[in-house]
């Protein structure tokens, strides 16, 4: 599911887009699209690692499956000795107890070298498949999943395909489940879609993109448009999140660059956003909104991983509970439906030029162009029209424009209250609007909200200052 040592993933897939991007669904106005999962078969799959965590702070209740992590393979169909077998025994009785499956995650970033071998020889497949009945029999588990980072294209990739193939006839005979860890697009095309036949679940790691806000909401729509355009069903589509954040300001190659999200608060952050220092992470918001963006297109959230999670209110994982009770509906915290105006700390308006020309905030007397009407984008974000036009962060690489027909990722914000009152806009990229003070066209590239990132709100009040 996740390298043990760092991963550099690069998700740059921009499938069904028509200006270098768009996710699934857009549209003109509210999410119309039927949800792809309920709460009853919506998937919330843990890993937890044999060298992290505990099983006593896990949230069974809250979990689907729990995935313990890793058991190594070796070249010849075998395995070496399982790290902390009482862990993963007291793992397997607390899951049950609670109603969630329990299954056993072979392999990993660093520890699948012993694949090559296993798919090279029928023998070997054989004697695999054998044990890897043994090993769930033995530890009363529901099921195997499989990370290897990853077969070569061509006949490796083949014999992958027949592993797993066979791998999950056995195992399904038996009532038991088989379900794999994918890159999220990088390497993709070694995973044969054949294999989709074959499991129960494909767990998308969607992060690791780079050494700060490595998972953002628009990178989880970028894998998932991926996948799902390779073939893979949604109902079997598991899009990852993590439990952890990047501290930029160290070697990406290092364990010093992975930090957990509780170190991360622990540490002053606070769990509403996704920047604090030189840490890029998810917080709540972006935790629930990927969530119910999952709901909505996908079978189900993975996490990586169970042990960085908070507790109490700060707790990721009572976050996505909270989504997938509420069926995947998700409030945007803003007065949709109302026109507004957006007022900069320079005491000045924002207004979308007619489309004509990026937007810019330096307008001191109200008209037409700068009135906005409030969408509800779905998943917890809003969309901005004036004139029967959408804004757009630009991806935050050129300043952003209100000229888009429709919307999608690039014209989804958050609608964050800040704490005199104000709001921040924030764009799928994990960054800010900034109104540059006027001075310049506005952008989409802060990942701190400040003066500038702030904005006066009035609502229906066209001709009020």
Known sequence: MKKIHF??????FL???????????????GRTTPRAATASSFKV???????AGSVSSVQFSKLTHVLYAFLIPTSSGGYQAVDD???????????HAAGTKAMISVGGGGGGGGFAGIVASSANRTTFVNNMLSFCNQYNLDGVDIDWEYPNTGTQADNFNTLMAQLATALHNVGKQLSIAVIGEDDGGSIESGIFSSVDFVTIMAYDDNNFLHSTYELGTQCLAYWLGRGLPASKAVLGVPFYGHDSSQDPNSDAAEVEYNVILADGADPNQDVYGTFGYNGLRTMKSKTSYAMANAGGVGIWDLSGDATGSSSLLSAINSVVTAGGVLSTGAPVGTTITLKGNNGLYVSSKGGQSPMICNVSTLGGWEEFTLIDAGHGKVALQNSGFYVSDEDGENPINCNRTSYSTWEEFDWIVAADGNVTLRGTNSLF???ENGAGTMTCNRPVAQGWEEFGINKNASAQP
């Open 7 to 12: 991963l550099v993933l690069t998700c740059s």
């Open 15 to 29: 499938l069904f887009i028509t200006s270098c991007k768009k996710d699934i669904n857009s549209g003109t106005g």
């Open 45 to 51: 799959v843990g890993y937890l690692p044999s060298w």
């Open 85 to 95: 077998a009482s862990k993963l025994s007291s793992m397997v009785t607390a899951a």
């Open 433 to 435: 609007i900034s109104s």
